[in-house]
Nanobody
Framework: QVQLVESGGGLVQTGGSLRLSCAASGRTFSFNRDVTGWFRQAPGKDREFVAAIGWSAGSAYYADSVKGRFTISRDNAEGTVFLQMNSLKFEDTAVYFC?????????????????WGQGTQVTVSS
């Protein structure tokens, strides 16, 4: 069973930075089409795609709202994916989830992600 555990959330002022981590266990990532994504859900809003990265190709994809401010990366040896968030805005406040898409298809679609973490809260104060 795959388990994903997020960490690194917290309270930060506008313009500040946070680094989220997503630790994966229970799966071998040596050869696959896995894509790990970050999604977020703000109060009263639908969950939305933030960023994704492929384990084998290292390709990164971003939502327009975070492009240029957020950077997704991964450490294959540690089975961990990171989301570096800079120049944070009030509207980035949300619960952030990491998720695993084992087929690597349609990476912005939540339905393609079979495994999800419990989420970590990010609060940006204005």
């Amino acid at each position: 069973q795959v388990q994903l555990v997020e960490s690194g959330g917290g309270l930060v002022q506008t313009g500040g930075s946070l680094r989220l981590s997503c630790a994966a266990s229970g799966r071998t990532f040596s050869f696959n089409r896995d894509v790990t994504g970050w999604f977020r859900q703000a109060p009263g809003k639908d969950r939305e795609f933030v960023a994704a990265i492929g384990w084998s190709a290292g390709s990164a994809y971003y939502a327009d709202s975070v492009k240029g401010r957020f950077t997704i990366s991964r450490d294959n040896a540690e089975g961990t994916v990171f989301l570096q968030m800079n120049s944070l805005k009030f509207e980035d406040t949300a619960v952030y989830f990491c998720a695993l898409n084992p087929r690597g298809m349609n990476i912005v679609a939540q339905g393609e992600y079979d495994y999800w973490g419990q989420g970590t809260q990010v609060t940006v104060s204005s």
